[in-house]
């Protein structure tokens, strides 16, 4: 929690990948990269956009997935990039 309030990416991304190793065993390194893109770029959208990591409203990843799509991102990359978001979630409440 404390990496969240200091806005520690490096430490979360760690966190998310020892729970991701942890919880799965054996995984693919470009597997683990796209998380940890996802999760990366979720806290920086967090960040510039004044959203509450520890309590996001719904209505802050709808605008997080719309942001990617003006962006040009495919569906298959959006839903990779929430999947990484949602990895660093359940890494979280891991720790």
Known sequence: MAAV????TVTLL???EAH???THGHFSPETLRKYRLGA??????????AVKV???EAEDTDLWVRAMEVAGKSPASVGVLLTGARAL???LRWN
Do not use: Q
Request: proline residues 4%; without cysteine.
């Open 40 to 49: 990366r770029m979720w806290l920086t959208y967090a960040h510039e956009n």
């Open 14 to 16: 760690d966190l998310l």
């Open 5 to 8: 309030a200091e806005g520690d």
């Open 20 to 22: 991701h190793v942890r």
């Open 89 to 91: 979630y359940a890494a």
């Open 54 to 56: 520890l309590h996001p």
